[in-house]
C-alpha cells in the first residue's frame, strides 16, 4: 500500500492580506480609470436657465440660417502662442472686419474660459497674443463685419501643446 500523502496547503493572514490589497486595488485602478475617462471625454454644456435656453432657440437657428446663407467662411489658426482669424466670402475674397472677439470656453470649467480681442495684424487678418491650455474647447468668435449682429463662428477644437488640431 502506498500511502498518498499530500500536504494541505493552510489559508494564512498573508493570503488574507494580499487577496484584500488585490481586490481594494483592482477597485481603485477601476476608478481611476474610469475618472481619468469621464474628465477627458465630458463635453456637457450647462446653461444657467433651460427654459430662456429653450425660448431662445428658434431666433438662434434663425440667425444661424441667415448667417450660413452668406456663405462666408472663417479661418482660424492658433500655434507658436498667436490666435489668428480671418473672413472670406463664397468667391473666397476677405470680408472687411472691424474687430474680432474669441472667446475660449472649456467645456467642463467655467474657471478657465477666457475672451481675448484679437486687433488688425495684416490686410483682413486679426490676430492677438494667448496660448491656450492643451484639451478640448468650444471657441466663440464675434467678428464685427457691419451687419446687424456680429457674424458668429462657433467651434469645438482640440489644442495639443499650443497649436490646433
Known sequence: MSANTQKSREFTGRHMLATILAFFGVVIGVNLTMATLASKSWTGLVVENTYVASQQFNRKAEEGRAQAALGWTGRLTIAGG????????????????HGVKVLFRHPAYETEDKTVTLGLAS?????????????VWIVEIDADAGLAEPYRDVRRIIIFHGALQ
Open 82 to 97: 498667436e490666435v489668428r482669424y480671418s473672413l472670406s466670402d463664397a468667391a473666397g475674397k476677405p470680408v472687411p472686419l
Open 123 to 135: 490686410g483682413q487678418e486679426f490676430a492677438a497674443q494667448h496660448t491656450p491650455k492643451g484639451g
